[in-house]
């Protein structure tokens, strides 16, 4: 008797569980009938926020892969004293509040800042925002990835010749490509979804500074169609990111890929 009641509170737990986390994002599908939804997004403010949440994504990301690669492989292949200290301040953007990250580019680049620059407010200040909240999930992705690469096919290629940028480009990355793309899919599933940082960096400007989330904030004041539709959109996004990292980490390289790969190399 006592298992029969152990297992319908479980069951009704988990139940509880499932429906806590379904309900609010079907809530945004059902509130409103989806002929409306789509017709919410032809508005100029969802256009206009769909724009510049692209055009600064697409430019954080690239920044993201081109810097963030390299330090990761430093901080994977290599150890020095200090290094642990490095990886944590690498990580602490993940744990600072939003708010605080925008605080201190604000800091940083702002005209009474560090640097005393004119980026706060423009374009560039919300690539930047985005950049600095979501590479730590990519670099820390990579690194993994990098640590599990085989070191003896990393050693057998230098041992027939080729040199070390050869070696990372015709060996490692192919080799790490799964971990590498999974952590850029989190990457820019966080920036695209960045509201703090942003908002005290860039503001939020229709047409230039104001992204998605932002648009959403915006349009809870005046419409909430509108606000429901841009939410809808962020979501059918999430998902589909939510599937390609899932199908990027099921695929694993066998070991006559690895095999192919590093005959490839030399």
Known sequence: MRRVLLG???AAAATAALAFLV???AAIFLRVPPGKLIHQLSSPLVTDALIVSIKTSA???ALILLFGTPLAYVLATRRFRGHSLLVTLVELPLVLPPAVAGLGLLALFGRSGLLGTSIPFTQTAVVLAVAFVASPLYIR???AAFEAV????????RT???GPVRT???VVLPLSRGGLAAGEALAFARGLGEFGATIMFAGSLQGVTQTLPLAVYQAFAINLDTALAIGALLVVVSAVLLVVLKLVLSWQPSRRTSSFLFARST
Do not use: C, K
Not at 150 to 157: E, F, K, T
């Open 160 to 162: 027939l010749g080729a």
């Open 59 to 61: 430019i954080a990301q």
């Open 141 to 143: 992705q990579a690194i």
């Open 150 to 157: 085989d070191p003896n096919l990393v050693a057998a290629s």
């Open 8 to 10: 319908t509170a479980v």
């Open 168 to 170: 990372f480009f015709r």
């Open 23 to 25: 309900l609010p994002v």
